[in-house]
């Protein structure tokens, strides 16, 4: 059996004023293409797949085109809900895609036995038996109790997703024993495990999330295929628990790793192999910092990352002319004739009332919610837990917010 393990593609983002539908399109096209190469049976897509609940048009489409795709092309597709996904968005096409050999997961059922999914080979005979676990929810799984600490809230959420784990996984068990084949169990996931390594584009979305969940508390299948970190890594060193992260920047933090998606062996004994492909890069992005000085070689060479016509998209931070009232001018006077576009251009956070100036012509089209907040905490001299305490309460307000659109 030969899966494909991808995760957090969120189509439809909106960066900084700008689509990502190319970069989106140019990655499903390059997907296929490796599930024709390599003969994959079936894609794992590990959680957002969209990027917010109420995804535009032509996220849905894109979306829409590979699932037809992959049915011309045999393969399957198994769809697990995140964080940022809908539940009832995602789930409202589950009906008619399964027609179209694809399963939808959107959110925890009431019954394990719905969560375990047996996945065929391309010659028709079971593969696998998938424990289809997708973002867990505070109340999917518990009930708040009155009077908990924060500390016992995630106690408890930890417990309930370890119960939650271990059910399906023995409704996995029962349903290989009925079968009577020596079929390998995959487990999926969409949350933060101890000593994953996160990016500014990961948020949690409710207060009390799991901070991380503990690796000894999986069950033991032969591959856990998990989403929500953007950067692509074993847990804990291990070869059989792992983030495919995301298959595109989704900030100028992530820019310089290199994506990939994760091409899974499995035999009846369980795992053979994991092999990395990695995803070319479709937009260029680059952060920069320095004085106008220093800032200009710079600019030179980041133009030299630009191939096909398509300008590097840059995140400036310029540190030490504070008293130019014309920055953004000067800025632009070294990018011209570069095939580069600033997308962001801030001061050193030493001068954040100056930086704000620089960006007035800035429309609140432009950012997201998360963006705004980002600016105005800025202003502030804060320890870094007390930040971070702030941007976690907030999320958990947008989310709220979210969710109640959807």
Not at 143 to 148: I, R
Not at 162 to 182: D, I, K, T
Not at 307 to 318: A, R, Y
Not at 362 to 388: G, H, N, S, Y
Request: with cysteine.
């Amino acid at each position: 059996m030969r899966l494909l393990h991808t995760s957090d593609w969120h189509l439809g983002q909106h960066f900084l004023g700008k689509t990502r539908l190319a970069e989106h399109q140019a990655f499903l096209d390059w997907l296929l293409l490796q599930v024709q190469q390599h003969a994959v049976d079936a894609v794992i897509v590990a959680g957002d797949v969209f990027d917010t609940g109420a995804p535009p048009s032509y996220a849905r489409e894109c979306y829409n085109r590979l699932v037809v795709a992959l049915h011309q092309l045999g393969c399957r597709l198994l769809v697990l809900g995140g964080n940022h996904d809908s539940v009832a968005t995602l789930g409202e096409s589950g009906p008619l895609l399964a027609c179209l050999g694809a399963s939808v997961v959107p959110a925890v059922a009431a019954n394990p036995d719905e969560q375990v999914l047996v996945l065929p080979q391309r010659n028709g005979q079971p593969g696998a038996i998938v424990c289809a676990i997708p973002f867990i929810r505070a109340r999917d799984v518990m009930q708040s109790q009155a009077g908990q600490s924060a500390e016992d809230k995630q106690l408890t959420l930890q417990a309930a997703i370890h119960a939650h784990y271990q059910a399906v996984y023995q409704a996995a068990c029962a349903r290989r024993e009925a079968l009577g084949l020596p079929l390998p169990i995959v487990a999926t996931g969409h949350l933060t495990t101890v000593g994953a390594s996160a990016s500014e584009a990961v948020r949690e979305i409710y207060v009390g999330a799991l901070e991380a969940f503990p690796t000894s508390a999986f069950p033991p299948a032969d591959y856990i295929a998990l989403g929500h970190i953007h950067r692509p890594q074993r847990v804990g060193g291990l070869e059989h628990i792992r983030y495919s992260g995301s298959p595109i920047a989704l900030g100028f933090d992530e820019a310089r790793q290199q994506k990939e998606v994760l091409l899974v062996d499995l035999e009846p004994l369980g795992l053979m192999g994991v092999t990395a492909l990695p995803v070319p890069c479709f937009q260029p992005m680059l952060s920069l910092t320095g004085t106008l000085d220093e800032l200009a070689p710079q600019l030179q060479q980041a133009a030299s990352l630009g191939e096909g016509g398509k300008p590097v998209w840059l995140d400036i931070q310029v540190r030490g002319d504070d008293y130019l009232s014309d920055l953004q001018p000067r800025v632009q006077a070294l990018c011209d004739g570069l095939p580069v576009e600033v997308l962001r251009l801030r001061r050193a956070r030493s001068n954040a009332p100056a930086a704000l100036q620089a960006s007035q012509r800035e429309t609140l089209d432009e950012l997201t919610p998360f963006d705004v907040f980002d600016k105005r905490l800025a202003q502030e001299q804060l320890d870094d837990a007390l930040r971070a305490q702030l941007a976690a309460r907030y999320a958990s307000v947008v989310a709220s917010l979210q969710e109640g659109a959807a």
